[in-house]
């Protein structure tokens, strides 16, 4: 195995690079490799930065408790990871026995519908992992965080599921660009009034 060396991309370090990409947001990759000015060890060294920048937030969150009133390291670091995608991405959060965040996976890719997003196959991924509780992610390339009817309907069809099988879903955050940059179904008191439809559903059946 090579061992990194600064030196290696000290001569990257100019001036003239910064030049070159300062009317770009570093964090749009695809737009900003594109650009005809820049030699292949540019691009590569600019590559590199931007996975070491995931690489940094996603260490971050590894090991922290989670607090569904406190996510701002989890909203940085997903802001990053999604910026520049074109297609909606799911993401997963795994938690241990005391809310510690211990994983995270991409779980599926295309635009979010009850037949895309399987319960199951978050089910299994958290006995998989031995996960107690999840936080689902997902992007709106679109920019407006808004959530869309099939949004609310899937998170409330996911709640109802790992319900069933002893797996708390603690919140699911849509990642966007405008107004504050992200919506919690959490924040927004959406959890609360699903876990209140699925008590209401215990408590009519056991009539």
């Known amino acids: 195995m090579e061992k990194f060396t600064f030196e290696e991309f000290k001569p990257f370090l100019k001036k003239t690079l910064a030049e070159k990409i300062k009317k770009y947001d570093y964090r749009n990759l695809a737009e900003v490799l594109r650009l ?15 996975n070491f920048s ?8 590894i090991g922290t408790k989670f607090r569904a009133s406190s996510q701002a390291d ?5 802001k990053n990871l999604t910026y520049d995608q074109k297609r ?3 993401y997963v959060i795994f938690l241990d026995a005391k809310n510690k965040i211990f ?3 991409k779980i599926c890719e295309g635009t979010i519908t009850q037949s895309l ?27 407006d965080p808004t959530p869309s009817e099939n949004d609310r309907k899937v998170t409330r069809k996911l709640l109802f599921a790992t319900k069933e099988m002893d797996v708390i879903l603690l919140d ?8 504050k940059g992200y919506y919690s179904f959490y924040e927004e ?14 408590e009519s059946s056991a009539l």
């Open 36 to 50: 005809p000015e820049l030699s292949e060890q540019e691009k590569g060294f600019i590559s590199t930065l931007k």
């Open 54 to 61: 995931n690489a940094y937030f996603e260490n971050k969150i």
């Open 74 to 78: 989890i909203i940085t670091y997903f």
């Open 88 to 90: 909606e991405a799911v």
């Open 103 to 105: 994983d995270t996976i």
């Open 117 to 143: 997003l399987y319960p199951r196959e978050i089910i299994k991924a958290c006995i998989d992992k031995g996960a107690l509780s999840i936080v689902i992610l997902h992007n709106h390339p679109s920019g």
């Open 172 to 179: 699911h955050i849509i990642i966007g660009s405008e107004g």
């Open 189 to 202: 008191g959406l959890m609360e009034r699903y876990n209140s439809s699925y008590r209401s559903i215990l």
